[in-house]
């Protein structure tokens, strides 16, 4: 599975968007992006995911470019409850391995 | 409760005892898996079934390490002769049918060995 590659830490104010990045420049053809947070003391959490196309939900949108080599998670007006790490995970949809959870973006939300 | 649920939430054990730790996934769940996570890090995988197919255990890092399902229900993870490195958080998650990766994951069980 794809390697993928986002910011240690990030901050956003309350009330504006959060944009969290993440690159996966070897994607493959069959492989998904999803995303998790973890709020502090709690299991993970999904948020989205996508192939190729962008995708919104109640919680975020997500953005995945036309090479497909990068995306963007948009939480559209984070909250200081949202203040959370935030994992990007490239994956085949369809395989039995496992998720492989990396170090993820400590997104801090101020008021 | 709707979520899946994990006991006990925390243990405090002395090094070279064994402990075990108990997952109950959501109803009707045919996956589940479990995590490891030390303090400041992030999750490593551990073990994962798939209904009564063969379980992947390839993450489990020792034979000190294991861990049972019955059937599509309870599991638990045994660790024999526990190590201070064996201090962390302990999570499990199921999934509707694996392998969907639409994880729903408990509060895990913090494990602290003396």
């Known amino acids: 599975d794809a390697k993928t590659t986002q910011p240690p830490s990030m901050d956003c104010a309350e009330g504006r968007a959060a944009n969290l990045p993440c690159n996966h420049s070897?994607?493959?053809?069959?492989?998904?992006v999803y995303w998790y947070r973890q709020i502090h003391s709690q299991g993970p959490q999904y948020i989205i995911h996508?192939?190729?196309n962008n995708e919104t939900n109640e919680m975020a949108s997500l953005i995945i470019t036309e090479d497909r080599k990068s995306s963007t998670l948009i939480l559209p007006h984070a909250t200081l409850r949202d203040t959370a790490v935030y994992y990007c995970?490239?994956?085949?949809?369809?395989?039995?391995?496992?998720?492989?959870f990396g170090s993820g973006t400590q997104l801090t939300v101020l008021p | 409760g709707a979520g899946v649920s994990q006991s006990p939430s925390n243990k405090v054990t002395e090094k070279g005892k064994d402990v075990e730790l108990r997952c109950d996934p959501i109803?009707?769940?045919?996956?589940l898996y479990w995590y490891r996570q030390r303090l400041g890090q992030g999750l490593e995988f551990l073990i994962y079934?798939?209904?009564?197919?063969?379980?992947?255990k390839s993450g489990l890092p020792s034979d000190r390490f294991s861990a049972e399902r019955t059937g599509e229900s309870v599991s638990t993870l045994t660790i024999q002769r526990t190590q201070q490195e064996d201090s962390a958080v302990y999570l499990c998650?199921?999934?509707?049918?694996?392998?969907?990766?639409?994880?729903?994951f408990g509060s895990g069980t913090q494990l602290s060995v003396l």
């Open positions: 079934f798939q209904g009564n197919s063969a379980p992947d």
């Open positions: 109803s009707g769940h045919t996956a």
């Open positions: 998650a199921s999934s509707p049918q694996g392998p969907n990766e639409k994880l729903f």
């Open positions: 070897t994607i493959s053809g069959n492989e998904y």
């Open positions: 996508g192939l190729k």
């Open positions: 995970i490239v994956k085949s949809s369809g395989s039995a391995r496992q998720l492989t």
